[in-house]
């Protein structure tokens, strides 16, 4: 037995599915503070482990809609399921996750559109114009934790997407701050130069802010 444990760790170590959170008094999983484990780490004590487990998903019988999907994702988020219906659904993406993969995208690092085809149910049998796995309305930035607004057809996806596109949908953030906010105005707007990261058609980004509550430090 030791040795079928110990070759099981072996692989999982040189598979990359090891996360170690140093230190960590709260044993809930934090994946920024997480580092991937390599074979010869040392663990200390108060560290935490944590194993990616491969879902099969042809195995569960409520997820047979999404069974022909390519992305045999590892689940490891807590990503939670607020409302949800034949049509669309909204869950909470917790922060430290992107949307999708881009091409700075790590290795082994799961994104929500491969965490989506295994928390949410396909739609019911016989429903026409059937997406072959769920897909985002829209965009949250990495870092941001948040509800997104997911479709299961493709035309729940054209409304949403078209909803999110001319702005009919608000989005409102609530961010702790450390310092004092310019008192300038409440309007942040991108200018200047950067290197392009999305297309040349892209749409302007525009952020209306508002002090909710201040405290001294």
């Known amino acids: 037995v030791t040795c079928i444990l110990m070759k099981s760790a072996l692989k999982a170590s040189r598979d990359g599915s090891i996360l170690i959170q140093r230190h960590s008094n709260d044993k809930s999983l934090d994946i920024e503070t997480c580092k991937r484990g390599r074979v010869g780490d040392r663990i200390y004590p108060n560290d935490t482990l944590y194993r990616q487990i491969q879902l099969d998903m042809a195995s569960e019988q409520w997820h047979k809609a999404y069974a022909s999907s390519r992305h045999n994702?590892?689940?490891?988020?807590?990503?939670?399921?607020?409302?949800?219906?034949?049509?669309?659904?909204i869950v909470n993406k917790p922060g430290g996750v992107n949307m999708f993969p881009h091409s700075t995208h790590a290795s082994g690092e799961i994104t929500m559109k491969e965490i989506l085809p295994y928390v949410l149910r396909p739609?019911?049998?016989?429903?026409?114009?059937?997406?072959?796995?769920?897909?985002?309305?829209?965009?949250l930035d990495k870092l941001t934790s948040g509800l997104v607004v997911v479709?299961?057809?493709?035309?729940?996806?054209?409304?949403?997407?078209?909803?999110?596109?001319?702005?009919?949908?608000?989005?409102?953030?609530?961010?702790?701050?450390?310092?004092?906010p310019t008192p300038k105005g409440n309007e942040i707007e991108k200018d200047g130069w950067h290197s392009m990261t999305e297309p040349l058609d892209g749409k302007p980004a525009i952020t209306f802010w508002r002090v909710v509550q201040q405290w001294k430090h």
């Open 73 to 89: 994702a590892t689940l490891l988020h807590n990503v939670t399921v607020i409302y949800e219906d034949d049509y669309i659904a």
């Open 123 to 139: 739609p019911a049998d016989g429903m026409s114009d059937v997406l072959p796995i769920p897909e985002a309305a829209h965009r």
């Open 151 to 180: 479709a299961k057809t493709r035309p729940s996806l054209r409304y949403l997407s078209q909803l999110f596109q001319t702005r009919a949908i608000e989005k409102t953030y609530t961010a702790i701050c450390y310092g004092v």
